[in-house]
C-alpha cells in the first residue's frame, strides 16, 4: 500500500466526518464501499481493463479513513500498488477542497457570562464540561477558574484592541516646568492633578507578587523601602518554576538567599530531561533520538513555598505587600509616581506614592500593552496544565526524570501541542500543555478550550484514568515573546517606570518564561537599577536602558515562528514536528554542553551558525518551510537581527578581556561626576558579558549596601 493523503480535520467530531464522507462526498463513476471508518473506492467493470490490471492480482482501490487523536480528526488515503488509482488525482484534490469547505478552521469564543446570577462553573459547563468537572476537584478550584476566565479576557482584550489599549498611565501635569522624556508616551490626566507630596512613601513600588516578588526581595535587601503590590492572595501561583542549579547561583550572589535556605524550597533535582517530538509520519531521515539534558530545568521549585520565603525577606527588610488589591491608574510627575489601587475584598481604593513603579504584571499588564501599542507582543504561548498530588500508576513515571519538551501527535486545531512534565514532592507531578501562537486578533489562543484539550488527551500523552487523580491546583498563563530586531525597538520604560519578566517579554522563545529570564538576568537588573536609584536616573532615557535583552535570545525568534501555525492557514499535519526533529537530532549530535548553552541562552555567534548550515544541509526543504510560514517581512526582521547579532559578536569579542577591568579601575572617580554614563558603560560591559560566568566584582567592588540612598 502507498500513502498518498494525509489531513488533519480540524474539529473533534469525528463521527460527523466520517459521516460526510461516507454519505455526501460524491465518488464520481467509482464503487464506495462504507468501512468503519471511511471508505474505499473499488474501479468498476465500467472504467478499467486488463491492460491497467494491478500486479499480484491485488484490488484496485483507494481507502480513505479517519481517526482521533488530541480532540481532532485526521484522514489518510493509501492505495494499492504502485500505479495511481483512475482519476486519482481529481478525487483527492475534490476531496481536500470539499473537506475544507465543510470542516474550516473554528476559533470559539469563551461565553460572556454574570458571575452575580449564577457560579462559575455552571456558567461554563454548557462549553467546557471537563473543563468544569475537574476544576471542581480542585482545591479554590472555583476561584481559579475564575482567574483562568479573567486572564482570557484580559489577554483578549489587549490583542484586540492594540492600538488604543487602556489608559492606565497617565502625566500628571501639577508641576511647573520640563515633563520628562515620558511627554511623548504619555497622556495627560484628564483627571485634576494629583497633589505632588515633598517626599515619597516608598522607593519602589512593584505591581505583580510573583516574578515581582523575587526583584522587591532582592532590592530591599539592598536598603530600599518597597511595596509590592499582588492582585492575588500573597504565595499562590498559576504556574510552578523549574531552573537549573548554576542559574539559581544569582540568587546566592546576591545576598538574597542562602545556600542552605535554597535548598528548602528544591522540591526536586532530577537525573535527566528528555525532548522527543513525534516522527511517526515524517521519513526516516527526519526522525531523531531522545535529546537527554541532564542540566536544563532539572530543579523544580516549590514556588509557593519559594514566594512566601521572598515575602518573609522582604518584610524582614522593612517592606511592606499588599494583597488582594488590584491596580488601577498610576500618575507619574518630576519628582515621584502616584499609585491607585484598590483593596478586592472591602473595594476599598487607595493611593501610595513612590519614585519608581515596576510593572511585574505579566501578559495581563495593560501597562505593557500602553508601553509598546499595536507590537506588545508578537507571539505567545497559551499555557494550561495542573500539579497532580498521586493517581498515576508506578510504572507510568520515574521521578527522578522530567519531559522538558514532548509531542504525541501532529498539527492539531491549527496548533502543535506540546508538554511538560516534571517531578514534585513525593508523587507529585506538574504538567503543562501548550503551543507557540501568533497574536492574532481573530485567533488570540485560548487557555480555557486548552484545558478542555488537555483534560481528554491527558490519557493519550500518559496513561491515566482522569477519574483516579488527584488534583492539587491549576497552572496557567499567557506566556509571552517580542519578536525584537534591535536592543531598544522594545519599550521597557517611561519616566519612573520599568517592565520585568513576562510584561518585558524579552525571554527565550524555547522553553522558559519570564522566571528563567528574570534570575539569569537578575545581577545585571539589580546592579543597573542600583546605580539608577542611588543618582536618581530615574527618566525613561535611562530606565529603558535597564533591560534583559540577549541578541543571541532575539536572533532565535524565527525558531519559535516555525512552531506556529498561522491563523487560517493549514499545513501538511506532521511539518512542524519534522522541523523540530531536524533541530533537536542535530542537538542531540552534539556534545550536551552545546544543547545545553543553545536552551539556556548561550548560544554563541559561530556555534548558531555551524547548527544552521548542518540543518540546512540535512534538511534542504527546511528554508523553504520558513519562507512559507515567516515570510517576506519577518524574513527581512530577521536579517536585521541576524546581522546585530554578528555585530555584537564581533564587540564582545573585542571588549570582553578588558572593558570589565577598566569599568572597575575608573568607577571610584567616573560614577560621582558622570552617574548618566557610568550607567550606560555598566549597561554595554552588562550586554556583552551576559550569560558568562564572572565575579561580581568585575563591576563594582563596593559593598551595595555602603551605596545605597535612599533619598536624593
Not at 492574532?440 to 483516579?468: A, H, W
Not at 571588549?655 to 577598566?662: A, Q
Request: proline share 7%.
Amino acid at each position: 500500500m502507498k500513502e498518498v493523503l494525509y489531513l488533519e480535520i480540524p474539529t473533534p467530531d469525528t463521527a460527523s466526518v466520517c459521516s460526510w464522507l461516507q454519505t455526501d462526498f460524491k465518488t464520481g463513476t467509482c464503487e464506495k464501499i462504507i468501512t468503519p471508518d471511511g471508505f474505499r473506492l473499488r474501479v468498476t467493470a465500467e472504467t478499467t481493463n486488463a491492460e491497467a490490471a494491478i500486479s499480484e492480482n491485488l484490488p484496485r482501490e483507494l481507502s480513505i479513513f479517519v481517526w482521533s487523536v488530541q480532540r481532532t480528526t485526521y484522514l489518510k488515503a493509501f492505495r494499492w500498488g504502485n500505479q495511481p488509482f483512475p482519476q486519482e488525482a481529481q478525487i483527492l484534490h475534490r476531496l481536500i477542497a470539499d473537506i475544507r469547505s465543510r470542516f474550516p478552521h473554528k476559533y470559539p469564543e469563551p461565553p460572556a457570562i454574570d458571575l452575580s446570577q449564577q457560579s462559575i462553573f455552571t456558567a461554563l459547563a454548557p462549553y467546557y464540561p471537563l473543563t468544569v468537572k475537574y476544576f471542581q476537584k480542585m482545591p479554590n478550584g472555583e476561584y481559579d477558574l475564575k482567574r483562568a476566565y479573567w486572564w482570557e479576557q484580559r489577554w483578549r482584550e489587549g490583542v484586540r484592541n492594540p492600538q488604543q489599549p487602556r489608559q492606565v498611565v497617565f502625566r500628571n501635569d501639577a508641576e511647573n516646568g520640563r515633563r520628562g522624556d515620558a511627554e511623548n508616551f504619555l497622556p495627560a490626566s484628564p483627571r485634576p492633578p494629583v497633589p505632588v507630596s515633598s517626599s515619597p512613601t516608598y522607593d519602589i513600588i512593584y505591581i505583580g507578587g510573583a516574578l515581582g516578588a523575587i526583584h522587591a526581595a532582592v532590592m530591599a535587601k539592598l536598603g530600599y523601602k518597597v511595596l509590592l503590590v499582588e492582585r492575588m492572595p500573597f504565595g499562590r501561583m498559576n504556574r510552578e518554576w523549574n531552573i537549573s542549579r548554576d542559574e539559581l547561583q544569582s540568587l546566592v550572589n546576591l545576598g538574597l538567599v542562602t545556600n542552605t535556605e535554597l535548598e528548602t524550597v528544591i522540591a526536586r533535582e532530577y537525573k535527566d530531561g528528555f525532548n522527543k517530538f513525534f516522527d511517526g509520519n515524517n521519513p526516516a531521515k527526519l526522525r531523531s533520538p531522545v535529546l537527554h539534558t541532564p542540566t536544563v530545568l532539572n530543579i523544580a521549585l516549590d514556588s509557593d513555598k519559594w514566594l512566601q520565603m521572598c515575602g518573609q525577606k522582604l518584610r524582614a527588610a522593612g517592606g511592606d505587600i499588599w494583597d488582594e488589591t488590584e491596580f488601577l491608574r498610576a500618575d507619574i510627575s518630576q519628582t515621584q509616581v502616584t499609585i491607585n489601587v484598590k483593596h478586592l475584598p472591602t473595594q476599598v481604593e487607595k493611593q501610595v506614592t513612590g519614585r519608581l513603579l515596576v510593572d511585574a504584571m505579566g501578559t495581563a499588564s495593560p501597562i505593557a500593552w500602553q508601553l509598546n501599542g499595536g507590537r506588545a507582543f508578537d507571539s505567545v504561548c497559551p499555557t494550561v496544565g495542573a500539579v497532580i498530588d498521586k493517581g498515576f500508576e508506578p510504572q507510568v513515571w520515574d521521578s527522578q526524570y522530567g519531559d522538558v519538551l514532548y509531542s504525541h501527535g501532529d498539527i492539531s486545531r491549527g496548533r502543535q501541542l506540546i508538554w511538560e512534565l516534571f517531578p514534585g514532592i513525593g508523587e507529585e507531578l506538574t504538567i503543562y500543555l501548550f503551543h507557540y501562537h501568533e497574536v492574532n486578533p481573530q485567533n488570540p489562543g485560548s487557555l480555557l478550550e486548552m484545558y478542555e484539550d488537555f483534560f481528554t488527551i491527558l490519557p493519550e500523552y500518559r496513561r491515566c484514568d482522569v477519574d483516579k487523580l488527584v488534583w492539587k491546583k491549576p497552572t496557567f498563563g499567557y506566556i509571552p515573546g517580542h519578536f525584537s530586531v534591535g536592543s531598544s525597538d522594545r519599550t521597557v520604560a517611561f519616566d519612573r517606570l520599568i517592565a520585568i519578566g513576562d510584561a518585558a517579554s524579552l525571554q527565550s522563545p524555547l522553553v522558559f518564561t519570564g522566571f528563567g529570564s528574570l534570575v539569569r538576568n537578575l545581577e545585571r537588573l539589580t546592579q543597573l537599577l542600583d546605580v539608577a536609584l542611588k543618582h536618581n536616573l530615574l527618566s525613561f532615557r535611562h530606565l529603558n536602558r535597564i533591560r534583559a535583552y540577549q541578541s543571541n535570545v532575539s536572533v532565535t525568534w524565527l525558531f519559535s515562528k516555525g512552531m506556529m501555525v498561522p491563523t487560517g492557514k493549514f499545513l501538511p499535519p506532521q511539518r512542524i514536528n519534522a522541523m523540530l526533529n531536524t533541530f533537536f537530532g542535530l542537538l542531540a549530535d552534539e556534545p550536551l554542553e552545546v544543547a545545553d548553552n543553545f536552551i539556556k541562552d548561550r548560544c554563541d555567534w559561530l556555534t548558531f551558525n555551524r547548527l544552521a548550515i548542518k540543518a540546512a544541509r540535512k534538511n534542504p526543504a527546511l528554508l523553504l518551510w520558513i519562507w512559507e510560514l515567516a515570510g517576506p517581512r519577518d524574513l527581512i526582521r530577521w536579517l536585521g537581527n541576524y546581522f546585530n547579532f554578528g555585530r555584537h559578536a564581533l564587540v564582545s569579542a573585542v571588549l570582553r578581556g578588558w572593558f570589565g577591568r577598566l569599568l572597575v579601575k575608573i568607577n571610584p572617580w567616573l560614577e560621582p561626576h558622570y552617574p548618566g554614563l557610568w550607567l550606560r558603560l555598566l549597561a554595554i560591559n552588562y550586554a556583552i558579558t551576559t550569560g558568562k560566568p564572572r565575579s561580581q566584582t568585575q563591576i563594582a567592588q563596593v559593598n551595595p549596601k555602603a551605596r545605597i540612598q535612599t533619598s536624593h
